[in-house]
């Protein structure tokens, strides 16, 4: 339908500015919102999205521009996306051009959405042929990735390589690759334990939108729940949404989901896509050719127009928060998408995030609870070794070092978890005290031992590791502390035998390479694996049966109020990769602090004792989620800068005059410098959400009227996660 006579279309454009832009689209009468359109801006051209019309009664003729063009060949974006974008936006006070620049995929085309729906698999000509194709062969690419995920749509096999579509039409006619027939047989899921099956028929009471918080501990079988309530919504022909928190997860979980549904039609979406094929995804997607979308927080966004359910596995995860650029969570977005579509959502987590705790035990959630372990899996025995009393040489205790060499004598499995990567975290000298610094960020640089080169891992700067100190001359310098290289030096050296695996982000290049290591552990062609928290979540590995935990201490007194409860979740998480296939798993801790109310939380496995004394404590407080902040940020070539601005934004906000909020003082961040800019933050909070939202919006009118100092930039972040 046609707006009326003399309305003006609103664009969305990728700008810091809070508003939609007006322009003529008289010219264009096959314009619709949702169109990629093209408009003139300053003196540039830029595309940008049609939102909607208004009408053009209080505004200068002379002053508005013509539409140049429209994009014809793309689909446009619906309504139900645009409600998002918008809510996204206003909730979190974006800039509404940037959240739907971020937010859109690709231009897509019917053309390419149509290449992005046929499946294909390895066929048993095609495993056999693998080991005799040369190392660097795109077949044999393509045929691993297909081995490894079950089947992949076309779209994704061409994201792999430039050269892919030709290689696949070739192993199509030699036989090595196939389509994924619709008659292929599923594969049936486990028989579901008690409290699965009670879990299950909850989700399944009411269609409408509710929220449930599926709490399990690691193992139990959360996924198996995810996969009954997804296959009542293919049968039903409605479409999932399946949400995890980093693309280290999605390999597993889409082998397993392909294996499980090889009728239904399986999209992956995250960010190290290409563009073509993250266009294809959404095509398929937004077209309701796709039965089931797999993707991270970018997902959260695509048009699924068949939408039966939502799960967000991992829920706690802080990876579903957008921390730069536009500020988000994707875990309230798909609650606040499941409300506005009125469909169920699952919120799973052995570990969950306390503000969704909270919603459990006021009954805003449905608390569906995993007790046990599936199967005859139980959890591990989790014990504590006091390094006041048991030194530790090169970072590990004799009674560790037991543990691993009994593992290794039993044919068994073992992984050291320490979340900090490199070789040493300073690199000093013990004559003058001098120690390697990045000059662009309030941080040591990093020992990287296996390079020889000092990393910041804040910025990504690197230099060559000096002979001798800088400032005196000694050329004994050392590496102080520990990273993943140390220890994977020291158990090498303790045992040479042990064929041994480091995992980190230094240490995994590229899907396919990660996806590698992963059945490296899981084949048991390794016997000690070294990690960060990259093997902390969601993985299953069967043969592990000792986790040994370093390095815990160092977030126990954090200034960050979150910091307890982060550590308690990585550990309890880390912990459930042990003992997963029925033998029995032991988790061995390191600490200096045995006593501590966390650890013994932890060797209880109590989760729930831990957490209410966390909420009881951030009660007291009036901090999240008995509270709510809004933290204004901002950065600049010197402190001053930023900090005079926020001071005149603190000023601008008291004089508002808000009852029941409280303005704090403007104070450095805890890394003052960072890639060369200096920064400082201003936290504003209240015990109700009603204060700050009548707060939130007048005061950012005033901010966006400030005369910026040159080079100076800030953000506001609603409900951040860090403060």
């Not at 934004?649 to 004089?655: D, E, G, K, M, W």
Request: hydrophobic letters at 45%; one cysteine or more; glycine letters at 8%.
């Amino acid at each position: 339908m046609r707006p009326p006579s003399g309305s003006l279309l609103q664009v969305a454009l990728a700008r810091p500015i809070p508003t939609l832009f007006d322009y003529d689209a008289s010219a264009f009468p096959q314009v619709e919102p949702g169109c990629r359109v093209r408009v003139p801006f300053g003196r540039s051209e830029v595309w940008g999205i049609a939102w909607g019309w208004r009408a053009d009664a209080d505004l200068d003729p002379a002053r508005i521009k013509p539409l140049l063009a429209v994009d014809t060949r793309s689909v446009p974006l619906p309504a139900s996306w645009r409600a998002l974008v918008d809510f996204v936006a206003h909730y979190y006070q974006q800039p509404i051009g940037e959240v739907a620049a971020m937010a859109a995929p690709p231009a897509i085309s019917a053309t390419r959405a149509q290449r992005a729906v046929r499946r294909l698999r390895a066929t048993d000509a095609g495993r056999a042929a693998l080991d005799a194709l040369p190392a660097r062969d795109v077949g044999r690419k393509l045929i691993t990735a297909l081995i490894s995920a079950g089947s992949l749509n076309e779209g994704e096999l061409r994201a792999l390589s430039a050269r892919a579509g030709a290689v696949m039409q070739t192993l199509l006619e030699r036989g090595l690759i196939e389509i994924a027939l619709a008659d292929a047989p599923a594969e049936g899921g486990h028989a579901l334990g008690t409290d699965q099956a009670s879990a299950l028929a909850a989700l399944l009471e009411r269609p409408g939108y509710a929220v449930s918080l599926l709490h399990g501990v690691t193992g139990s079988g959360k996924t198996e729940v995810y996969l009954r309530l997804i296959e009542t919504q293919i049968a039903a022909g409605r479409q999932s949404l399946l949400l995890v928190p980093e693309i280290a997860l999605t390999p597993q979980l889409q082998a397993r989901v392909a294996v499980r549904f090889p009728r239904a039609c399986l999209h992956v979406m995250h960010s190290e896509m290409s563009d073509g094929a993250r266009a294809m995804a959404w095509a398929a997607a937004q077209s309701g050719e796709a039965d089931i979308v797999l993707g991270t927080r970018l997902a959260v966004f695509v048009p699924l127009p068949r939408l039966g359910c939502i799960v967000l596995d991992e829920e706690h995860d802080a990876s579903f928060r957008q921390t730069e650029g536009v500020r988000y969570s994707a875990r309230d977005v798909a609650i606040w998408r499941a409300r506005a579509e009125n469909v169920p959502i699952v919120l799973g987590s052995a570990t969950p995030s306390l503000e969704s705790l909270r919603h459990a035990i006021d009954g805003r959630y449905r608390w569906l609870r995993l007790t046990t372990r599936a199967g005859e899996a139980s959890l591990p025995t989790v014990k504590l070794i006091d390094t006041r009393v048991q030194r530790a040489e090169e970072g590990l205790s004799t009674p560790m070092l037991k543990a691993i060499e009994q593992r290794l004598e039993r044919g068994e499995q073992s992984l050291l978890f320490i979340n900090r990567r490199g070789y040493a975290p300073v690199l000093s000298c013990p004559a003058c005290g001098w120690a390697a610094s990045c000059t662009q960020c309030s941080a040591h640089l990093v020992l990287h031992a296996v390079d020889r080169r000092l990393r910041c891992h804040h910025c990504g700067a690197e230099g060559p590791v000096p002979r001798a100190c800088p400032t005196c001359g000694n050329q004994d310098i050392q590496g102080y502390g520990r990273g993943t290289q140390r220890l994977e030096e020291t158990l090498a050296s303790r045992f040479p035998a042990a064929r041994l695996l480091r995992i980190d982000r230094d240490n995994v290049r590229g899907r396919e390479h990660w996806q590698q290591q992963l059945d490296l552990i899981r084949s048991g062609a390794v016997d000690l694996v070294v990690g960060t928290q990259l093997l902390a979540k969601g993985h299953d590995f069967p043969g592990i049966t000792l986790v040994g935990v370093v390095g815990a201490d160092a977030s126990l007194h954090a200034a960050d109020f979150r910091a307890q409860e982060r550590l308690f979740a990585q550990l309890m998480q880390v912990g459930g990769r042990a003992g997963r296939a029925g033998t029995a798993g032991e988790v061995l801790i390191q600490t200096a602090q045995p006593d501590h109310p966390l650890f013994a939380a932890l060797r209880a496995h109590d989760f729930d004792g831990f957490a209410r004394s966390q909420l009881a404590e951030r009660a007291q407080l009036g901090l999240p989620p008995h509270g709510f902040q809004i933290m204004l940020s901002a950065d600049a070539p010197e402190l001053a800068l930023a900090t005079e601005f926020l001071a005149a934004a603190r000023r601008a906000a008291l004089a508002l005059d808000v009852g029941g909020v409280r303005v704090y003082d403007v104070v450095p961040m805890r890394m003052v410098r960072r890639a060369g800019r200096e920064r400082a933050q201003l936290v504003v909070e209240s015990r109700s959400r009603p204060p700050l939202r009548a707060l939130l919006i007048p005061w950012l009118d005033n901010l966006y009227r400030l005369r910026l100092a040159r080079g100076l930039r800030w953000h506001i972040d609603v409900d951040p996660l860090e403060v």
